[in-house]
């Protein structure tokens, strides 16, 4: 996130980081990403790390708890650590850049009851954004990272993730409630708005996704371990190195998962095909592509009806609301 977090103790941060045998002597806060929060460590003799909490309360909107939601977070950071034992990992000459673990072997340590700390080496490089449209190079270096991912064993840690929407439930109770003012703050009764004018449109998403995740399922295809989120703005790039961050969405899924986010044409679908051997599926692409935008618009809703207030972080939440709504009519059309 862009802004400071006021409901973190960075003193408390400093603590944390004990559990790691870091000693902090500075944390800078770091306004990167959207949905957890990030600071840079240094220690006393100039070593870095990258240092993120996150919000499980505020990141995990799917109704299952904090503890949950914190249980699937260690296991999507087991999974990367896991990978980088294996030699995938980015100082053996891979492409994973996993969680660092604490003295004790752990991933993830509790910060307070809702927040979780996660750290990670300190890496030079240029970071994408989740905007940016890579070419055709830069798209098949990183179909040959997922490649390579795609057919490495799934560490035991792995969750399976099956082609579901967990956003489904809220979304079906957030169309009826644009009968009603919304209160939240300023952007609460534009969100209400445009959601109850484009309310068919998200009801023909929802049927579209119903139809082809029933098609997955039937196919039945064997699953693959899934990074879940690579984008351009998860991609580190060193020179011809690409490395891949925020393994937070990990876990088991048809490989189409990741490759939605990838692929742009039959030529990249056919080097995929050409380094696994496996064809990918349009209608499992067409599924996670139409996800995405379902949980996306669910994550904005969620924000725009609670409490907020008007800053960088609601400006381009704003922003992301009105593009999801024009991709889910572009998807439908």
């Known amino acids: ?73 260690r296991r999507a950071m087991d999974t990367a650590a896991a990978l980088a034992d294996a030699g995938l ?33 300190w890496l030079e490089g240029a970071a994408g954004s989740f905007g940016d449209e890579p070419g055709p190079a830069e798209r098949a270096a990183v179909l040959g990272l997922l490649a390579a991912l795609h057919r490495s064993a799934p560490p035991a840690a792995a969750r399976t993730l099956p082609p579901a929407l967990s956003a489904r439930d809220r979304l079906e109770r957030a169309l009826p409630a644009t009968a009603e003012p919304w209160h939240g703050g300023p952007c ?59 393994w937070d969405t990990a876990g088991l899924a048809v490989p189409e998962r990741d490759l939605w986010l990838v692929a742009r044409d039959g030529t990249d679908l056919g080097l995929y095909e050409e380094l696994t051997g496996r064809r990918p599926d349009p209608g499992a692409l067409a599924l996670y592509r139409l996800r995405w935008s379902l949980e996306d618009l669910d994550d904005f809703l969620v924000r725009f009806r609670s409490p907020h207030t008007a800053e960088p972080d609601t400006e381009e939440a704003w922003q992301g609301f009105t593009d999801t709504v024009k991709d889910l009519s572009a998807q439908g059309s």
């Open 188 to 246: 609460s009764e534009p969100a209400r708005a445009l959601l109850a004018e484009h309310a068919p449109v998200v009801r023909r998403s929802l049927d579209a996704f119903d139809r082809l995740a029933a098609g997955v399922r039937d196919r039945a295809a064997t699953p693959v371990l899934t990074h879940g989120e690579p984008h351009p703005g998860n991609l580190l790039r060193q020179g011809d190195r690409r490395l891949l961050l925020d």
């Open 89 to 121: 990992g980015h100082a053996d000459g891979g492409f994973v850049v996993a969680p660092l673990r604490t003295v004790r072997g752990e991933t993830l340590r509790d910060l307070d009851a809702r927040h979780a700390v996660a750290v990670f080496p």
């Open 1 to 73: 996130m862009r802004h400071r977090p006021d409901g973190i103790d960075e003193s408390g941060l400093c603590r944390a980081l004990a559990a790691w045998n870091i000693e902090a002597t500075a944390l800078s806060h770091v306004p990167l990403g959207f949905g957890d929060h990030h600071w840079t460590a240094e220690g006393a003799g100039g070593e870095r790390w990258f240092v993120t909490v996150s919000d499980l309360a505020a990141k995990y909107h799917c109704g299952i708890g904090v503890a949950a939601a914190r249980d699937g977070l």
